[in-house]
């Protein structure tokens, strides 16, 4: 069975500044995917970034960056230029790529908060 | 629908209730997945459905809980004998086919007094 742990349950950063947000899992899987998840007030789950665990690159998207530690198991979320939009909480998952599911295993979460 | 659309959004009922929360996953998408968020904690798997067919029912925490996919699209999760700690928001997720992103609608909330 797959865990993922966050053990940060709150944050919280300033405007324009750049926030880091952990993530440790553990699999005996080799082949799989990780994600970060983020959940405003409206309750609806929206993908971030996503990292395939065989590439060895870092994922990036636009403002969102990964730290992706396959050893180590630590799969964290750097966040640049924060903006008051980012408030929300982000959840951490794990998707192993064999089998017929698909199936995420969510992380408890953290609680970020942007202040102007 | 453009998205994953959830019904109703809230859903108040009495302990040993009967309770249908409804799933419209994107059109053509055919793996549709329940979860189930508690206060305070990330969402956990119930059900996945590939088609009509339920692959994998391993998270549903009792004979109470059911779903259905008849048509390979809506699918309804039912609860039967509602108790307090069946209190929580029920996310569906809909993805193209397996490994490929999911997405999510915005949840029921059921609260259970």
């Known amino acids: 069975a797959q865990t993922v742990t966050q053990s940060q349950p709150e944050m919280s950063v300033q405007e324009a500044e750049t926030v880091t947000l952990s993530c440790t899992y553990d699999?005996?899987?080799?082949?799989?995917?990780l994600f970060w998840y983020k959940q405003p007030p409206s309750r609806q789950m929206i993908l971030v970034i996503r990292?395939?665990?065989?590439?060895?690159q870092n994922a990036t998207e636009n403002r969102f960056s990964v730290n992706f530690q396959k050893a180590a198991k630590s799969f964290s979320l750097k966040i640049s230029d924060s903006q008051l939009g980012d408030t929300a909480m982000y959840f951490c998952?794990?998707?192993?790529?064999?089998?017929?599911?698909?199936?995420?295993?969510f992380g408890k979460g953290i609680t970020l908060s942007v202040r102007p | 629908g453009a998205g994953v659309s959830q019904t109703p959004s809230n859903k108040v009922t009495e302990k040993g209730k009967y309770v249908e929360l409804r799933c419209d996953p994107i059109?053509?998408?055919?793996?549709l997945y329940w979860y189930r968020q508690s206060l305070g904690q990330g969402p956990e798997f119930l059900i996945y459905?590939?088609?009509?067919?339920?692959?994998?029912d391993s998270g549903l925490p009792n004979d109470r809980f059911f779903a259905v996919r008849p048509e390979g699209s809506v699918s309804t999760l039912k609860i039967q004998r509602t108790e307090r700690g069946d209190s929580a928001v029920y996310l569906c997720?809909?993805?193209?086919?397996?490994?490929?992103?999911?997405?999510f609608g915005q949840g029921t909330r059921l609260t259970v007094v």
């Open positions: 997720a809909s993805s193209l086919d397996q490994n490929t992103e999911a997405f």
């Open positions: 699999t005996s899987e080799n082949n799989y995917y």
């Open positions: 990292q395939e665990a065989y590439k060895q």
């Open positions: 998952a794990f998707m192993k790529l064999a089998g017929a599911n698909s199936k995420l295993t």
């Open positions: 059109s053509g998408h055919t793996a």
């Open positions: 459905f590939q088609g009509t067919g339920a692959a994998d």
